[in-house]
């Protein structure tokens, strides 16, 4: 089930963007729900939650501007796509990390092209991989390539065996249940991948990009069992 949430003020506008959305599900054969909302506080007392949010810029009270911000700092991870009638809004909005914009009046084929691209990057978010929005576009990281991922201010940092680091905002909680099993969360501020751990000795994890990882103690007796096991499973 994908849980979508359209917020216009507008119903002829948020009408269209529903039968938009029905039809191309439907041809995917994808089950969906669908909420529709006519204001940025309605939404926000309905908590806002949505795997996809197509949300208007302008509105009568909280613009979806504010709107969207209050959702991101209340850690929103849904993929944002705006409708705006005004292109230039598009270069006040890249903070929030939408997906992609839609302007008014939404054209069909635009809005198939960017959903073609969104429902592409979904299926391509399997188990063995990551979708990580960021900025305008999402991107997909194969958890293999993840040595181990840090937070920092809210902000993750997922560093990668290439050396690249990767940066965007999510509750680590939502990241840890989306890594899985071949993953331990050794501090309150870390996660390792154990096929990059090297060894482990005195609270500290070695990993193969040689980086040193403190493990809490707390966690260290856990840590000690999960490593015997993950080696048993190799």
């Known amino acids: 089930m994908i849980h979508i949430a359209i917020c216009d003020d507008e119903k002829y506008m948020s009408d269209q963007i529903r039968a938009y959305v029905s039809d191309f599900f439907h041809k995917k054969n994808r089950e969906i729900s669908i909420k529709v909302y006519t204001c940025g ?8 939650q949505a795997d996809i949010l197509f949300l208007d810029i302008q509105m009568k009270g909280m613009d979806g501007m504010e709107t969207a911000r209050r959702l991101r700092a209340d850690n929103f991870q849904g993929i944002l796509i705006f409708i705006t009638v ?4 598009v270069f006040q909005s890249f ?3 939408p997906f992609d914009y839609l302007v008014k009046p939404v054209d069909r084929a635009k809005f198939e092209k960017t959903m073609e691209r969104l429902y592409a990057s979904m299926q391509n978010a399997s188990e063995d991989s990551l979708l990580v929005q960021k900025g305008h576009e999402g991107r997909i990281v194969r958890k293999d390539e993840i040595v181990f991922c840090e ?6 940092y997922l560093n990668l065996a ?3 680091v990767v940066d965007y905002y999510e509750r680590i909680e939502n990241l840890e249940t989306k890594l899985g099993g071949r993953f331990f969360r050794c501090h309150r501020s870390y996660i390792i991948n154990l096929k990059h751990l090297k060894g482990y000795k005195n609270g500290t994890a070695y990993m193969d990009n040689g980086r040193e990882i403190p493990v809490s103690r707390l966690r260290s007796r856990e840590f000690s069992g999960v490593i015997l096991q993950y080696m048993k499973n190799i």
């Open 162 to 164: 290439s050396g690249e």
């Open 95 to 97: 903070e929030l990390q």
């Open 86 to 89: 005004l292109k230039e809004m």
């Open 41 to 48: 506080e309605e939404l926000l007392n309905c908590g806002g």
């Open 151 to 156: 937070i920092i201010d809210r902000k993750i």
